[in-house]
């Protein structure tokens, strides 16, 4: 293990002490931030769309990328921001990450048009995408293996609160305010980060090594590159990705560009490649790629890959099974007011489960170790999931909360497991890459899954709709939607069913 000065705490010692606990305060408050970030741009979408005058539904792919353009980064930004924190110490990066957001919410803030506003994302994101990454390499760092899963849980708690609270909390300023005031407060709160970061975490600047190694360059942009082509060509292979699966059937092309999708998939695997062999002849590389020697972590990336595929099913699945399923309204306002409010009291059955199941999760790992809290979380996520295969447009709303709290409670006894394995399977001194690598694969899970379920769903209308005639397609919509989305659910149930056998593979810990 590598040598830690006096002013640390000792990892390896079942004593932690109270600077650690401030600490995980302190970056599970960047956390929080980052995650709200994610998500609260949704419910203020409209009314950017409207000040901006973006026409729709022309402009749609336009506006998409004010949503796409934080996600990619933040995919982007997470292993080479977590490498950096390796090599130069998680203080700075912590500290250079809330900069970064409060200049990129500033801009936000103040874009005059779209293209300003969907670079100051990009650069929004750079800060949030590195925070997190960085918060998981400090509890690796602070706290001791027997008090690690605990701690991962309780991040993956509040992340998961942040998605929760970010479309009502932009709500709240959409609706009493205007969006701009979200981005503002954003800059004293960011801040206040920096001031608990330089007094609470540790100078570490020196301890990782930084006055010694040098940061791979070639690496980071070949790697950048690869992520960046990789989800522009998902986005693209499915319509309007970033905003999710339209289901628009009565397009006059519904069929995705697939050219367009593998020129840039060609791209990024070919980048990908070049990056693979820039590493293996690297002294220092921007990730060693022998950490996927390790079965532990290989596997713990895997699972959360499909666990990123499967929650985004549910995130996107969900609200659309309630708008074209069961919404109802007088009026055209009517129904579209009820389909939001509907969808999202439906969804917080699943997210509030996932908060409250993470805690949970880690507290059985630390007492049982990986195996028994990944499999019953995975086999939660496939029960709920397959349940979720029996609705209908007579499903009650009930009968859906309980089904995707079911499978909610599995997504969030699965988080800090997966997180714990990650970091205990790697040595110290990239804990950080590590994190960033585990979190990249959630992300691209979940990139794939938004690919997947537009191009299932316009394949599997244009099958089913072949009976009708154009005349009679509009009695049947309702039922065939529903076909199309219950058959998503049985499909993420067979997933990730399969993939808990793999938990075998995982070696307990000692």
């Not at 300003?116 to 929004?124: H, P, S, W």
């Not at 695997?269 to 990730?287: K, S």
């Not at 908060?355 to 195996?371: D, N, P």
Request: glycine share 10%.
């Amino acid at each position: 293990m590598p040598h830690h000065p006096p002013a640390q705490p000792n990892t390896e010692t079942a004593y932690v002490p109270h600077q650690a606990y401030a600490a995980l305060a302190l970056v599970a408050f960047g956390v929080f931030v980052a995650a709200d970030d994610l998500t609260v741009i949704s419910t203020m979408l409209p009314q950017m769309i409207f000040d901006f005058e973006i026409p729709l539904p022309a402009g749609l792919d336009d506006a998409s990328w004010i949503v796409s353009s934080y996600l990619i980064t933040h995919i982007v930004a997470m292993p080479l921001l977590g490498r950096v924190s390796d090599l130069y110490g998680r203080r700075i990066l912590f500290i250079g990450c809330m900069v970064i957001f409060a200049i990129g919410s500033l801009l936000v803030a103040q874009a005059s048009t779209l293209n300003i506003l969907i670079a100051a994302r990009v650069v929004q994101a750079i800060g949030g995408g590195g925070v997190v990454p960085v918060a998981m390499a400090v509890v690796g760092d602070l706290f001791p293996p027997a008090r690690r899963a605990w701690a991962l849980g309780l991040l993956g708690a509040v992340d998961t609160l942040g998605w929760i609270i970010g479309p009502l909390y932009g709500a709240f300023w959409v609706r009493y305010f205007t969006w701009p005031w979200q981005f503002y407060i954003n800059i004293p709160i960011s801040l206040l980060a920096v001031i608990g970061a330089w007094l609470l975490l540790p100078d570490d600047g020196h301890s990782q090594h930084g006055h010694r190694h040098r940061l791979d360059w070639s690496g980071a942009l070949t790697l950048s590159l690869a992520l960046v082509l990789i989800n522009v060509g998902l986005a693209s292979g499915g319509g309007h990705m970033a905003t999710g699966p339209s289901f628009d059937f009565a397009a006059a092309n519904p069929a995705p560009t697939w050219p367009k999708m593998m020129a840039y998939l060609s791209g990024g695997g070919l980048a990908l490649l070049i990056f693979v062999w820039l590493e293996h002849r690297t002294a220092q590389p921007l990730i060693d790629l022998r950490m996927f020697r390790a079965t532990n972590f290989s596997v713990a990336c895997l699972l959360n890959f499909v666990v990123g595929l499967a929650l985004i099913t549910a995130m996107v699945n969900v609200p659309l099974f309630v708008n074209a399923v069961l919404a109802s309204g007088s009026t055209l306002d009517d129904y579209l007011k009820a389909a939001a409010v509907e969808s999202g009291q439906i969804l917080t059955a699943l997210t509030v489960a996932m908060a409250a199941t993470s805690v949970l999760g880690g507290w059985l790992c630390s007492r049982l170790g990986y195996r028994t809290p990944l499999a019953a979380g995975l086999l939660l996520i496939s029960a709920g999931f397959g349940l979720m295969n029996g609705w209908s447009p007579a499903v009650t709303y009930g009968a859906m909360a309980w089904q995707l709290a079911l499978a909610g409670a599995g997504f969030g006894l699965v988080t800090a497991p997966v997180g714990t394995v990650v970091i205990n399977a790697v040595a110290a001194e990239v804990r950080g890459i590590a994190s960033g690598l585990m979190l990249i694969l959630r992300l691209m899970g979940m990139s794939v899954g938004l690919s997947s379920l537009t191009a299932w769903g316009l394949y599997r209308f244009e099958i089913l709709s072949l009976p009708y005639s154009i005349a009679e397609i509009g009695q049947h919509l309702q039922a065939i939607t529903a076909q199309i989305l219950t058959e998503t659910f049985l499909a993420v149930a067979i997933l990730t069913l399969g993939v808990t056998v793999t938990t075998l593979l995982i070696q307990t810990k000692k």
